[in-house]
């Protein structure tokens, strides 16, 4: 029996709070679930900063990958079950693209760094490249495991995460409007942060799911099974992921890890609260090896370190992201930019560096792309399936998710210390404090 269909004597279970079991019965599955590399993802938290906001909220990338492989595999049951391929090219589900797309699913996820999106944005890394690069580089253990399948194998898995590779079932499986990605953190999240938002009905998606030869499309009776989906995740981003306390401190994070940067490029950090494993970062020359030594832990230690630095700004912000100090924030308009300018000054003048301590945080989603017949079908668009075989578009035929289609949910944040409203300690500079507490009212900035 080749590597690649080898069985273990005994199929291996997770036991999971989502899926209740999370089972394993392939030697590739459980060997890439035992590299170091994929363990890493034990140790990077699911939601970042939402545990802030959202105490339960704990969870991490592993569990969030596990759980992304059993929807994977459970949808593979089911197109195998009802819908297997009889001759080559019918656009049935041909069960050798099983580990493959099982792979993609476990691995989707592993180039998530520490507190990926904002140090993303900070030191220019790409976790989506650095997940093709630990699938293909010889030096991981990763790519080891999946050198076992076969030489080609690292890229094909590689190709399905980039939406490149030619089976367009596999692909939209891992990445689509209605994937297994998405299905995945949407129940997990929602279970973690105690809320409901994002509760739906897996196991009725699953079954309306079915293969054709463009992709993957859902019974035309399940359409309402699928609004609720929709309308699920558009509420768990309004009221979760861009819940204004997480972005108040993933912008205190970010200006964190900025200060460090700039004391450490101007040779003012001090040699005693060096973050040895950030200089290759700061110095914009990290490599794979790099990159993987990194998580969540690292850089708490480092800011716990840096609450005790001479520099009175590295330390403010390790204190207000260590102890939970959020910046205080306001809602505003395009029209309002000229005001926000103006109380940037006003900040500045009761002694703030506006560079570390003020941010301007643009948050949007989409919920529903409309399918479009002259967009390429691999890029997600959920298409139902008549009972005479034709399709349709979801937005065609459905008037809840018209609503929201093409839509984007998005909120504009000014954030600033929150003491500046919320507190009398700063009376020195009472006069501008006043000033700046006449341009927010109710959450929102208003022009005076």
């Known amino acids: 029996m080749s590597y690649a269909n080898q069985l273990l004597p005994r199929e291996k279970v997770f036991r999971d709070p989502v899926h209740n079991y999370i089972y394993v019965r392939h030697q590739v599955i459980l060997d890439l679930i035992n590299t170091p ?49 009889k ?34 944005h900070i030191f220019h890394t790409d976790h989506e490249a650095i997940t093709r690069k630990i699938i293909t580089n010889p030096s991981t253990q990763v790519n080891k495991v999946l050198l076992q399948v076969s030489d080609d194998f690292p890229q094909k898995v590689a190709s399905v995460i980039d939406k490149s590779y030619p089976n367009k079932q596999v692909v939209q499986m891992i990445s689509s409007q209605c994937d297994a990605d998405r299905m995945d953190y949407l129940l997990r999240d929602s279970y973690s942060t105690g809320t409901s938002y994002g509760n739906f009905d897996l196991t009725r998606i699953l079954r309306i799911m079915r293969p054709y030869e463009n ?64 200089i290759p970062f700061f110095n914009q020359e990290f490599s794979l090896s790099d ?6 832990g690292v850089l708490n230690t480092y800011f716990i370190h840096w609450k005790k630095s001479n520099d009175p700004i590295l330390s403010d912000l390790a204190h207000r992201f260590i102890d939970r100090r959020p910046f205080k924030s306001a809602k505003y308009d395009k029209e309002d930019l ?87 300690e700063i009376n020195l500079f009472s006069p501008m404090v006043e000033e700046f507490r006449k341009h927010i009212k109710n959450d929102h900035i208003i022009n005076e």
Request: hydrophobic fraction near 35%; charged fraction near 25%; aromatic fraction near 12%.
């Open 291 to 296: 990159y993987l030594e990194l998580d969540d």
């Open 37 to 85: 590399e994929f363990q890493r993802l034990r140790r990077i938290k699911q939601l970042g900063t939402s545990s802030f906001t959202f105490h339960g909220a704990e969870h991490s990338r592993f569990t969030h990958s596990l759980g992304v492989y059993e929807i994977a595999r459970r949808i593979c049951n089911n197109f195998q079950r009802n819908f297997p391929s």
């Open 215 to 278: 992709g993957i499309c859902f019974d035309m009776n399940g359409m309402h099974t699928i609004e609720d989906y929709i309308i699920g995740r558009m509420q768990m981003y309004l009221q979760v992921y861009f819940h204004p306390v997480s972005r108040s401190m993933e912008v205190i994070l970010n200006h964190l890890l900025l200060r460090a940067k700039d004391l450490y490029r101007a040779n003012q950090l001090e040699p005693e609260l060096m973050p040895y494993l950030l």
């Open 87 to 120: 001759t080559p090219g019918d656009g049935l589900w041909d069960d050798s693209e099983r580990i493959v797309a099982l792979c993609a699913a476990l691995l989707h996820d592993i180039g998530h760094g520490a507190y990926s999106h904002t140090f993303e």
């Open 338 to 424: 000229s005001t926000i300018n103006k109380m940037k000054k006003l900040v500045a003048g009761c002694g703030y560096d506006t560079k570390y301590y003020t941010g301007i945080d643009n948050s949007f989603n989409l919920p529903y792309d409309s399918y479009d017949t002259k967009k390429e079908i691999h890029d997600g668009q959920i298409k139902l399936i008549n009972p005479d075989g034709s399709f349709v578009g979801l937005s065609d035929v459905s008037d809840l998710v018209r609503v929201v289609t093409n839509k984007i949910v998005s909120e504009n944040r000014f954030f600033f210390p929150r003491e500046l409203i919320k507190s009398d």
